[in-house]
């Protein structure tokens, strides 16, 4: 376990150094930094003095790793419209993303695990048959689509939940503003972790049925069956047990998915997380900010991929982690 920690680790990093690439191309070709800072009154010589000066000038290699330093070090460059660190910026939108997907994740897992479990063991019933032709339909409306019409039901028509912002968010811990602290904050964050998680629940609640299905088929399962073992142990710990392991491996990939899919979320519900955030920068041609938000994701995905790894390794230690036969 220890090498395949240390291997993937490695991966981590040649992952990180070409997204180190990426966000320095986007940084310097797209716009010109100096122009976004001085203004159109600045003269050609002093606008060329203050290149030499940000060391705009200096080969495209060397600007590279001074770019590589500074982003280890946590300085992906200065918000123009913020007029802040890029990197405060973020860490101050993250909490809003992350427990919008965090919510979503919850849902998914309760609901899927359960209702793709059912549909194995109970194909032919009315209410397997109802949730998997749900799960079609669900997989087929954008998410977008789904936040509006929620919004019109829940909101509009209804008056139950609120329909856009963050509400009145409490301090979790310094420099944490979360919805979870109050009953009147968490209103706000139903509908979008709704929206969100309609996305990957379908596929979630397939793709459960689908191995559950599989493993129920399995000759030590009917071996189980056979010895009298209590029918509900032989489902939770013989059979869904081995159906985790795919499930896991996609899911590590879709939570990742999940993260880049708040942008239109966000959008629709005006959530002030880091998609709504990345949209604005977009707008504004805010490329330390847009930058800034590359690298964060691009962390963000390499540790959940390396955590679902271990924990793939831990749940089935058949696997073979190490790569040694």
């Known amino acids: 376990m220890f090498a395949f920690i240390v291997r993937r680790v490695a991966q981590a990093l040649i992952v990180m150094f070409v997204i180190s690439i990426i966000g320095f191309g986007i940084k310097y070709s ?9 203004g159109i009154n600045v003269s050609a010589a002093e606008r060329e003095a203050y290149r030499d000066q940000l060391g705009l000038n200096d080969p495209i290699l060397v600007q590279w790793v001074r770019f590589v330093k500074k982003a280890v070090h946590g300085d992906l460059g200065r918000s123009f419209f913020y007029r802040k660190p890029a990197t405060e910026v973020i860490l101050k939108k993250a909490p809003a993303t992350l427990e919008l997907v965090f919510a979503s994740a919850l849902l998914v897992i309760f609901l899927s695990v359960p209702i793709g479990i059912y549909a194995a063991v109970k194909p032919r019933s009315w209410l397997a048959r109802l949730f998997m032709g749900a799960s079609i339909v669900g997989v087929s409306i954008p998410v977008f689509l789904t936040a509006l019409l929620l919004i019109y039901v829940f909101a509009v028509e209804l008056h139950w939940l609120p329909s856009y912002g963050r509400g009145p968010t409490s301090l979790l811990f310094p420099g944490w503003e979360s919805n979870f602290t109050s009953w009147k904050a968490f209103r706000h964050i139903i509908l979008p972790s709704i929206a969100l998680s309609s996305i990957m629940l379908p596929l979630f609640i397939r793709l459960i049925r689908a191995e559950m299905v599989e493993v129920l088929q399995t000759e030590y399962v009917k071996f189980a069956h056979a010895k009298g073992l209590n029918p509900t142990r032989v489902l939770m710990v013989h059979a869904f047990k081995n ?3 795919p499930v896991i491996t996609v899911g590590g990939v879709q939570l990742g998915i999940m993260i880049a899919y708040t ?11 880091m998609g709504f955030m990345f949209i604005e920068a977009v707008e504004r041609s805010d490329t330390a900010l847009l930058v800034a938000y590359l690298v964060f994701v691009g962390v963000l995905f390499v540790i959940v991929n390396t955590v679902v790894d271990v924990i793939y390794g831990l749940v089935n230690p058949m696997v073979r982690v190490s790569g040694r036969k």
């Open 263 to 273: 942008i239109l979320t966000e959008t629709v519900f005006q959530w002030q997380g």
């Open 243 to 245: 159906t985790l392991l």
């Open 30 to 38: 797209f716009g010109d930094p100096v122009r976004e800072m001085v």
